[in-house]
């Protein structure tokens, strides 16, 4: 059985170890998410890109070693989490407030409305800037269970901990993104009743 989040054939793992085609395909198959992954960890679309390649270097060396496809996606996933980690250690100093681009992108519907438009923006705006300040834990829960749509306990298994801090953890990224767009929005409380 594979992995929704991550959807790798069990027989493409196996074949990539001896076939350059393969092995194309179990890249091709595993880059998008680990790019989801490190854009979630980074919130910049430039190290996200070369987290992903790092990423994808690691699984190639480690073919021989890498876990069937039901727990690949956690291999991966903690990999490209401590890759992260260890390019902010060594970037601490140099860190700027990171462009979160496309990571809700496709939370706001677009509309025929000028105004409407308008605001859409200013709300996907604070939205973005509200996940960001999230956070770590609750953002990649929040990425994996909501944005994602994948079920708790597999974002359990991802993460390496148990589906209630899952659960506790999507719990407050929704209150504290909730908390912050009625800070600076006030009168959505009564649509939000």
Do not use: C
């Not at 350059?20 to 980074?42: G, K, N």
């Not at 190639?60 to 989490?81: C, E, H, Q, S």
């Amino acid at each position: 059985m594979s992995d929704p989040a991550l959807d790798i054939p069990g027989q493409l793992l196996a074949r990539a170890r001896d076939d350059d085609a393969a092995l194309a395909d179990l890249i091709d198959a595993a880059a998008p998410q680990v790019r989801r992954w490190a854009l979630v960890q980074t919130g910049d679309a430039t190290e996200a890109d070369d987290l992903t390649q790092e990423v994808l270097i690691r699984m190639i060396k480690n073919l021989d070693t890498l876990p069937a496809p039901p727990r690949l996606a956690g291999w991966l996933y903690t990999v490209t989490r401590n890759a992260a980690a260890d390019r902010f250690r060594q970037r601490a100093r140099q860190r700027h407030a990171a462009d979160s681009e496309a990571i809700l992108s496709g939370a706001i519907a677009a509309d025929a409305d000028p105004a409407g438009d308008a605001e859409r923006g200013e709300l996907g705006d604070l939205l973005k800037a509200s996940f960001h300040e999230l956070p770590r834990r609750q953002r990649e829960v929040f990425d994996l269970v909501e944005l994602q749509g994948i079920p708790a306990t597999q974002a359990a298994e991802i993460l390496g901990i148990r589906a209630t801090s899952v659960r506790g953890n999507l719990f407050k990224a929704r209150r504290n993104l909730r908390r912050r767009i009625l800070d600076v929005w006030p009168d959505v409380r009564e649509d939000w009743r």
